[in-house]
T-cell receptor, first 108, second 111 residues
């Protein structure tokens, strides 16, 4: 069965510090991974997907099939990065499987 | 440029009431989904639909049903609302091969 694990419920970092939100997945096939973000009082929105390999708002994520991970990283955290982050797995034409989310709090 | 619209942002209903949550998308997507979002539990799939009049149970379908009479509209129905169904409900649609577009959510409180 597919599973997505985000081990941290809450991550607090200081402004300007590096950020890494962890995501591990369990899937025997070739996965498609996403990161979604939900800012306060806003809808959940796509942050990035591993296929596009792009950097959005300074965030990057690399799919590591050996470690079955898709960690989200940013070198210098900003206060506006404070939000709820969800990692999600797509395995073919099936519904996305989401992790339980990590709340990032960036402290000024 | 809102693309997935949930009809109500906040709802308060009484225990035992039948509740309808409406979701409309204007992107001609075939896939539509209903999730509930609870702190510490993440997003849990209730029902989904890959075509008109088609529906599939997700991980937590008990106490819910859905209706998809038109491609653009996917309704979630709470047959007899209970307090443990107090939650944020999220609707999403998907173009096959891409990620989801979410609605703004409906925060339902059952009293």
């Amino acid at each position: 069965a597919q599973r997505v694990t985000q081990p941290e419920k809450l991550l607090s970092v200081f402004k300007g510090a590096p950020v890494e939100l962890k995501c591990n997945y369990s899937y025997s096939g070739s996965p498609e991974l996403f990161w979604y973000v939900q800012y306060s009082r806003q809808r959940l929105q796509l942050l990035l997907r591993h296929i596009s390999r792009e950097s959005i708002k300074g965030f990057t994520a690399d799919l590591n099939k050996g470690e079955t991970s898709f960690h989200l990283k940013k070198p210098f955290a900003q206060e506006e990065d404070s939000a709820m982050y969800y990692c999600a797995l797509n395995s073919g034409n099936t519904p996305l499987v989401f992790g339980k989310g990590t709340r990032l709090s960036v402290i000024a | 440029d809102v693309k997935v619209t949930q009809s109500s942002r906040y709802l308060v209903k009484r225990t035992g009431e039948k509740v309808f949550l409406e979701c409309v998308q204007d992107m001609d997507h075939e896939n539509m989904f209903w999730y509930r979002q609870d702190p510490g539990l993440g997003l849990r799939l209730i029902y989904f639909s890959y075509d008109v009049k088609m529906k599939e149970k997700g991980d937590i379908p008990e106490g819910y049903s859905v209706s998809r009479e038109k491609k653009e509209r996917f309704s979630l129905i709470l047959e007899s609302a209970s307090t443990n169904q107090t939650s944020m409900y999220l609707c999403a649609s998907r173009e096959v091969g891409y990620g989801y577009t979410f609605g703004s959510g409906t925060r339902l409180t059952v009293v």
